[in-house]
Every structure is written in C-alpha cells, then in structure tokens.
C-alpha cells in the first residue's frame, strides 16, 4: 500500500511510503492434504517451530498420524476447520486442487499451493491473499529429510504477499527463489525429464541386473560419479557412452538383448537424441 503525503518543505515536493502488513509472521498453519509434500511441510515446520493447527486428509488413519507426528488436530471433514491460522498450504496431487478448494467453508486469510503446474490464482476465489511455495525436490513420506536440501520457490499474488511468503520460505530452507508461474511450470517441466525420467530409466537399468541375477547396487558409483560431473561441466560435454561416439556396432548388440519392443524405442530415441545433441565444448 502506498501512501502520499506533503513534505514539510517551502517546495510542494511527495514523499512514497511503502509499507507492509504489520503482521508479517507466519505463526500457525493448516496442511490440507496428507501426500509426499505435507509429510516433508509436517517435519520443517516442526523444526521450525511454527504451529500446525490442523492437517485435513481424506483418509483418516494417514491423516491422524501425519498429525500425531507434529502435534497436529487430525481432520477429515471441513466443517471441522478452523479458522485461526495465519496460512492455510493445500498439498495435494493436481488433480484434486479445484474440487478441494470448492470445499472450503470461509474466507482463507492467506493461503499457497505447492504444484508445480498450477497457477496461483486457483485459490484467488477463497483468499485475497495467496501464492505458491513450490518444493523443487523429489519426496516421499518415510524417507529421512533430515539431510535432504529442499529448493523452495516462491510467488505471490502482489508485492507484500510475495514479500511475507518469502520470510516464510526462508525459514523452511535454506535455498529459496522467487520465481514467476511461467518460470516455475518451465521448472517443473525440467524436474520432469531430470528425475522423474532418470528415475525411470533406473528402473528399466535395475530390472535388466535383477533378470540376470546381477546386483543392481553396483550402479550406485555410477549414477553418483555422473551427478557429480555436472555440477563441474555441462551434461552435453559430461555426456559418454556408445550413442556420442557413433558406435552403431555396439548399439546393435544392445537392441540385440533387448527383447522388449517398447525399450528398444526408447532406447533408439534416446540414442538419436545424444547422436544429434554432440557437445561442441
């Protein structure tokens, strides 16, 4: 908010504030949802010490242990939700944002979404006040976040919301960005084919061992000692292997072994790719 006002000077000269909302910490919250991304928000809110009200979650069993866990009120039905947090963080899967958000049953004071594809202004009809805190990082519940580094990325529907959530953020983790929704669905889309395909292709790489009685563990120093070689180089100059070098008698072998029909296109597509993508570094 901005306001004008006279200067005590003989000229008529203004003066902009620019002020944001005294109330500007994030003192308790409500999770509505109970997947991968509320068990990771359930675990750095409670080493933050910031207060989770409530944790709504259709199923209840899962529901009441998410909530045990950080001393949390369980809920499954929202006329059970109160109104006395200071940010309400729908975690859900995509799918279920629009349906969810029709379910509330007041006026939110502010509220995020966590998607990594959704825009923000999904949530404009429940809140004037709303965001996106989008975890880039691949999660699931039971796994030791402890150690896990989280890149957070923020935005908000104006300036002192934008403002106020990445105060917050930062209290979650330590890398935090703000990003714009486009940036953001662009971020998303790369955290696709870098884990979500890669993790893929390990298992299809893990299933090839196990079939022949080998121990998939012994990929570990690789997959390791390639993700180490791109924090130092490209992945383009980074990349090895039969495709960069052109070796089709070796890659015939392996369309060879594959007995599969549907791997051996992925392989042949992947291959093309590497074959057109040479690094020139």
Not at 115 to 126: F, K, M, R, V, Y
Not at 245 to 268: P, T
Request: proline share 4%.
């Amino acid at each position: 908010m901005d306001i004008i006002f006279p200067l005590p000077t003989e000229k008529k000269e203004t003066k902009v504030v620019t002020f944001y909302s005294l109330n500007t910490e994030i003192q308790k919250v409500t999770i509505i949802g109970t997947g991968n991304v509320a068990h990771w928000l359930a675990f750095v809110l409670k080493k933050a010490k910031i207060s989770i009200s409530q944790i709504w979650g259709r199923d209840e069993a899962k529901c009441r242990i998410l909530a045990e866990n950080c001393g949390a009120e369980a809920i499954t039905d929202f006329g059970n939700l109160k109104d006395n947090s200071d940010l309400y963080i729908f975690s859900l899967k995509d799918d279920s944002y629009e349906k969810v958000i029709a379910e509330m049953p007041f006026q939110l004071p502010m509220a995020v979404l966590t998607s990594g594809s959704i825009s923000q202004h999904i949530l404009a009809p429940i809140t004037p006040r709303y965001g996106t805190l989008y975890p880039c990082q691949t999660l699931s519940a039971g796994m030791d976040f402890s150690s896990v580094e989280v890149p957070l990325c923020v935005e908000g529907c104006d300036e002192e919301v934008k403002m106020q959530l990445l105060h917050f953020a930062k209290q979650l983790s330590g890398n935090v960005q703000v990003m714009s929704e486009e940036q953001r669905q662009f971020l998303h889309l790369a955290a696709v084919f870098a884990c979500n395909f890669t993790n893929a292709q390990y298992g299809i790489a893990f299933d090839i061992l196990k079939k022949e009685n080998i121990d998939p563990q012994i990929l570990i120093p690789l997959l390791q000692n390639t993700l180490d070689k791109i924090k130092n180089m490209s992945p383009h100059a980074a990349q090895t292997g039969p495709a960069v070098r052109n070796d089709k008698n070796v890659m015939d072998k392996h369309l060879e072994l594959i007995n599969d029909n549907n791997l051996k296109e992925i392989y042949q597509k992947i291959s093309q790719y590497i074959m057109e993508h040479k690094s020139n570094e």
